[in-house]
């Protein structure tokens, strides 16, 4: 008995692990031109020309459907139905495998891997977050770019012009490189006789990062007052990116905290796991009624604790 229940749990365990590592390698792939997005309407000859060399290298480009206007709003993201299926199987197949060890029951693991049906919920704002880092971080160095060319004595619309020429050879090979995007339709807008204000502040309210309306803001300012726009633009770039840099060392600090709650999250699972397996005649009594109630309880403050843990871990400046 204790041999077939040992090679249950193995074949179990294998097949979780296969399917998740084919979903995983699945969604990375479409990931690596999720964030490409064209319109018409705006694009110019070489970027028409460059779209024709991409679709014959095969190299595919998506519009989004994420918000208003031809850029992303990077506090919204729409899954696609295929990436839904993918995340829902992922979190059903590990809350399948968590029901099992705690229940013994397929029936019982059956009815508790509904539960990842919410899982790509979770996952959404999971990347969405990741988007606003990455975000924040290529916004940092624009901003020293950006900082350097006004220094350098030139006017803000070829300081614009410069950082994007500066920053498209630090991340030419960057997949998702969203500041790239956002500098290259400030310019075109810039040539289209647009102000640089109403850009900065789409670009701010679409982003919904705290530093990048607070640029936008003084930037805003500073222009309709009449101030020394470049010494303002180089202390308030000086202040942003010193706010920034101690963001990221906070994340930094945090993210070895991070991985010992996960391993503190497996620790239960695991540790039930192994009873079953050494000591059937222990946990016999979790069989009952009373027993899977108890387990439901357990389950549910497992729960509690990981969201709770995360929620501390969760540091703002």
Known sequence: MKTKFLIGIIAIIAVILVISVILIVIIKKRRNYEVIEIEDEVINKDEKNRVKENKSKGIKEKKKKEGPGILPNYSYYKMSVKEFILWGL??????????????????????????????PKMKTKDLINTRKVKLLLQFKEALYALSSSLSAGKSVPMAFKDCYNDLKLMYEETSD?????ELQFIIRRIDRNETIEDALADFAERSALDDVQTFAYIFTTCTRTGGNLKEVIRNSSQIIGDKIEIKQDINVLVSGKKFEQKILSLIPVVLVAFLYMSAPDFMAPLKSISGRMITTVSIILILIGNLWAKKIMKIEV
């Open 177 to 181: 490189c969203y500041i790239l995007d």
């Open 90 to 119: 992922l979190g059903m197949a590990v809350a399948f495998a968590v029901g099992y060890v705690f229940y013994q029951s397929v029936a019982w693991a059956a009815i508790i891997s509904l539960a990842g049906l919410f899982y």
